[in-house]
């Protein structure tokens, strides 16, 4: 992948570093926040450590791979994402947490499937753009087909259940699909739909019930469905505007539960006070504009699938961070959603990387064919 000078584009510089700055901070705070479970010491933070250098492994290689390849393996990786759902309940290879099957025991490690498989969606969604995007402008319905199968996903996410990785995964279909031309007026008739039939997943499961009571008054329900929102809150009010500092957190010691995974926001909040936690939002929006940059390249470099599956990678971690901080805040109901490339765990982790390095392979090829353009200067690092 070289240009016509013989030197090869560089990567953009933003969302290298941006990427880089998350995930130190992220690993610097898990371990403060997770050094005394486990019996104490280092255990989160070495397992932590293995699943960044198998990221960053993964992610060189995914960045040598030629888009063209992610677009012929598009169905492939979606069926293997939806059999890798349905194995969890195998008997033996699904592992049960909390009363959520969601993680498949392999040798070694656990992997959480709900991540590889929104990946693969993008993937898959990408490409279909691309093969039907003239059907997706003109039939209204045109959607169905992908969203079918995407959607079959999801059921078996809510199977698990894991109801958070299923409004995920359809939020994110639906926007990607709208990006690439679908007929707005269907495509927000079937989001209501959704959305519709989310409020009856919450009524129907007393256990979703019971959260969302907790989220509405948490004070009121402080020993019992609201007692993670509300410990999280008495953390970002201990940090104040600068934090207790580093390693100094009292809620992260119990009685804030989950504070390494979901709940990794609110111990930054009290360790580096709402100073840090900005220092957060602005990097992931940081992040996502160039995502969306690199997207916008792409598509004034004609490069259709790298387009849409530079968007539907943006929508995915930008929803998935807008939700997990949200719950952190006290301003969506809890849900198992980690913090992208900072709270603990292999899967959310690894995937990310897999998926921020794909971006900057569209970034590479956009870059490449806008300068062997005629009439172009050849590109310059």
């Known amino acids: 992948m070289h240009d016509s000078s013989g030197k090869r584009p560089p990567v953009d510089g933003w969302l290298l570093g941006v990427t880089v ?32 250098l ?11 791979i030629p888009l063209g390849i992610w677009q012929r393996l598009g169905p492939v990786l ?14 033996g290879l699904g592992v049960t947490v909390k009363g959520s099957t969601r993680w498949l025991n392999l040798p070694g490690f656990r992997l959480q499937v709900s991540e590889p498989f929104k990946w693969f969606a993008v993937v898959y969604l990408a490409g279909y753009a691309v093969r039907h995007g003239n059907a997706l402008r003109r039939e209204a319905w045109a959607f169905l087909r992908p969203l079918g199968l995407v959607g079959l996903g999801a059921v078996l996410l809510l ?14 279909a639906v926007g990607l699909l709208f990006l690439a031309g679908a007929r707005l007026l269907p495509l927000a008739a ?9 409020a009856a997943l919450v009524v129907w499961e007393p256990y979703r019930m019971r959260r969302l009571v907790g989220f509405l008054d948490p ?44 709940f ?28 969306f940059a690199i997207a916008r390249l792409a598509e004034r470099a004609e490069l259709a699938f790298g387009a849409w599956l530079a968007y539907g990678i943006g929508l995915w971690l930008g929803i998935t961070a807008v939700v997990n901080m949200g719950v952190n805040l006290g301003v969506l109901p809890t849900k198992g959603l980690t913090l992208p ?34 009439g172009r200067k050849p590109w310059r690092g």
């Open 54 to 64: 198998v990221g960053v492994v993964g992610a060189f290689v995914v960045w040598r």
């Open 219 to 262: 004070w009121s329900h402080a020993q019992d469905a609201g007692y993670q929102l509300a410990q999280a809150l008495i953390a970002f009010g201990r940090g104040g505007w600068f934090g207790v500092g580093l390693g100094n957190s009292v809620q992260k010691m119990f009685y804030l539960p989950e504070g390494h995974t979901d």
């Open 78 to 91: 979606l069926l293997t994402g939806l059999l890798l759902l349905a194995a969890v309940k195998i008997p």
């Open 341 to 374: 490339l900072m709270s603990y765990g292999g899967g959310s982790l690894v995937v990310a990387l897999l998926a921020l390095a794909l971006v900057l392979r569209v970034d590479a090829e956009a870059r490449e064919r806008l300068a062997a353009r005629p």
């Open 264 to 291: 990794l926001l609110a111990v930054i909040g009290e360790e580096l006070g709402w100073v840090g936690v900005a220092a957060v939002i602005l990097a992931f929006g940081l992040l996502l504009w160039r995502i």
């Open 159 to 172: 199977w698990e259940p894991d109801f958070g990785a299923a409004a995920v995964l359809m939020a994110t």
């Open 190 to 198: 079937l989001f209501a739909a959704l959305v519709a039939a989310a």
């Open 21 to 52: 700055c998350l995930v130190l901070t992220g690993f610097v705070m898990m371990t403060s926040a997770s050094v005394h479970l486990h019996g104490g010491g280092l255990y989160f933070a070495r397992r932590q450590l293995l699943h960044l």
